[in-house]
């Protein structure tokens, strides 16, 4: 009885491995890797330029920091992804104040995400006090002057470090 049980043992011992197909396994991951590399963003400022932004060109290689997102083309004002300004939908409501240099509706908004930036930097343990930083995504076709307004209209609701995003020339 026990001769037989350890000729069984062998017999177990000696049966041939199965062999495992792992080609699509290894082709699932060198998709995903390629999607991870291609998705990956080295700076944590991640922009989403509307449609009617042309970027202008240039050579610089600084990455932004984080901080509020303004961006602006001819006819629309966003900030943080959300329109707070559209020209051609305003209809009798009051754009410029100050003596036309200052955007009203951009100033309210910028005014708003400042207190809740130093709201949460007071409430939260280990919060990074506010920067001041306006990350401008700005079309390359606008005028000085309006450029000039939106600096202003920054400046005036407390964010006096500007960051122009710009399009590199590779």
Known sequence: MRN???RNRIKRKRTEPVDVD?????DILVIL?????KSYNSSGVIFNVPK???LPYSEAKQLN????????????IWVD????LDVTK???RVIYDRGGSRIVSLYNELRKKRSLYKQAAKTAKGAKKFSGIVNLVVD???KYSYVKKILATCADAGFQKYKFVVSSLN
């Open 4 to 6: 037989r049980l350890i």
């Open 22 to 26: 792992i080609t699509s396994l290894l």
């Open 33 to 37: 890797l390629v999607f991870l590399l």
């Open 52 to 54: 009617g932004i042309k």
């Open 65 to 76: 920091t984080p901080g509020v997102i303004v961006q602006v083309s001819e006819t629309k």
């Open 81 to 84: 992804d959300q329109v707070i």
């Open 90 to 92: 305003s209809g009798n």
């Open 140 to 142: 390359k076709g606008l």
